[in-house]
């Protein structure tokens, strides 16, 4: 897991090329990984960090926090490593904009429908469809 941009793993070799910076990239991508990650500002602070300065993009979807209702994306036996039942929109744009990210847009990309336990714990067969919007 990449936890600083100027991690040795994306060093450019300084043999080949001597006055070559880190790597960075031009797009880091993230689907459905937001809601697991402990600390928010510290993962968009890296992936800030990893872009090319000025070009860099970021693309990141997850499930929106809607309420209460949010907790059913996943089930009770799949709670363990979920940090937060979605993403809040307004929350994400102050933190993207804290990382230093500029044009931040956070919008409504699509909804999915998904089977979700009718009794938490209750298991298969036991679901009942749910929406659920998808924030990017």
Request: glycine content about 8%; cysteine-free.
């Given at each position: 897991?990449?936890?600083d941009?100027d991690?040795?793993r994306?060093?450019?070799?300084?043999?080949?090329?001597?006055a070559?910076p880190?790597?960075?990239?031009?797009?880091?991508?993230?689907?459905l990984?937001?809601?697991?990650?402990?600390?928010l500002?510290?993962v968009l602070?890296?992936?800030?960090?990893s872009?090319?300065r000025?070009?860099?993009?970021?693309?990141?979807?997850?499930?929106?926090?809607?309420?209460?209702?949010?907790r059913?994306?996943?089930?009770?036996?799949k709670?363990?490593?979920?940090e937060?039942h979605?993403i809040?929109?307004?929350?994400?744009?102050?933190?993207?904009?804290?990382?230093g990210?500029v044009?931040?847009q956070?919008?409504?990309a699509?909804?999915?429908d998904?089977e979700?336990?009718?009794v938490?714990?209750?298991?298969k067969?036991?679901?009942?469809?749910?929406?659920?919007?998808f924030?990017?």
């Amino acid at each position: 897991m990449l936890e600083d941009p100027d991690d040795a793993r994306i060093q450019v070799s300084r043999t080949t090329t001597p006055a070559a910076p880190s790597m960075r990239f031009n797009l880091v991508l993230s689907h459905l990984v937001l809601h697991h990650i402990p600390s928010l500002p510290a993962v968009l602070a890296t992936m800030h960090g990893s872009l090319k300065r000025g070009t860099g993009w970021v693309a990141l979807t997850d499930f929106e926090d809607f309420g209460p209702e949010a907790r059913k994306f996943h089930p009770e036996s799949k709670m363990a490593g979920v940090e937060r039942h979605g993403i809040a929109r307004t929350e994400m744009e102050r933190l993207l904009a804290d990382a230093g990210f500029v044009d931040v847009q956070v919008r409504e990309a699509f909804k999915m429908d998904k089977e979700v336990e009718r009794v938490p714990g209750g298991g298969k067969g036991e679901g009942v469809m749910m929406e659920f919007p998808f924030l990017i």
